[in-house]
């Protein structure tokens, strides 16, 4: 699903800020747009213990019932292939085993999947079922 990103409000706009403070504001809008088509908010910023292992920007649960993990990334332009691009195999690895290491609370997992929001310059994209954890 592509819009325009008029909910992606940045406060401190012609200021300078560092790539941490825009992610965060990303993942914010991001979830802002997610609970209005009504995803609901369960972590932000879900980590797992020790080096190399990995980090889930959202983890929402849709009306349906599942669980949905979502990327966030922003990107300033379309240059080198954009945000949705930029979830390698290795970030989509590093997801993938951070969700197993969430979905262990569950002594029966609930149906799941991937979605990734891509923010390019003013642009969302929400990808549903953006990969496979196979």
């Known amino acids: 699903m ?13 200021t300078s800020r560092t790539t941490k403070s825009l992610g ?3 993942e914010s809008s ?3 747009h997610l609970q209005a088509q009504g995803l609901r908010l369960l972590e932000s910023h879900y980590r797992t213990p ?11 649960r849709s009306p349906d019932g599942t669980l949905v993990f979502v990327e966030v990334r922003l990107r300033r332009s379309q240059r080198y292939g954009g ?7 290795v970030k989509r690895s590093r997801l993938i085993w951070a969700a197993r290491h969430y979905l262990r609370r569950y002594a ?11 923010m390019d310059g003013q642009e969302v994209r929400w990808v549903q ?3 496979d954890a196979c």
């Open 129 to 131: 079922g953006a990969f």
């Open 108 to 118: 029966v997992p609930p149906p799941c999947r991937f979605d990734v929001v891509a």
């Open 50 to 60: 020790g080096r190399g292992g990995g980090e889930i920007d959202l983890i929402m």
């Open 83 to 89: 945000a949705l691009a930029s979830v390698t195999a």
């Open 24 to 26: 965060d504001a990303a």
């Open 30 to 32: 991001a979830a802002r």
């Open 2 to 14: 592509k819009r325009s990103l008029n909910s992606f409000q940045d406060p401190q706009a012609g």
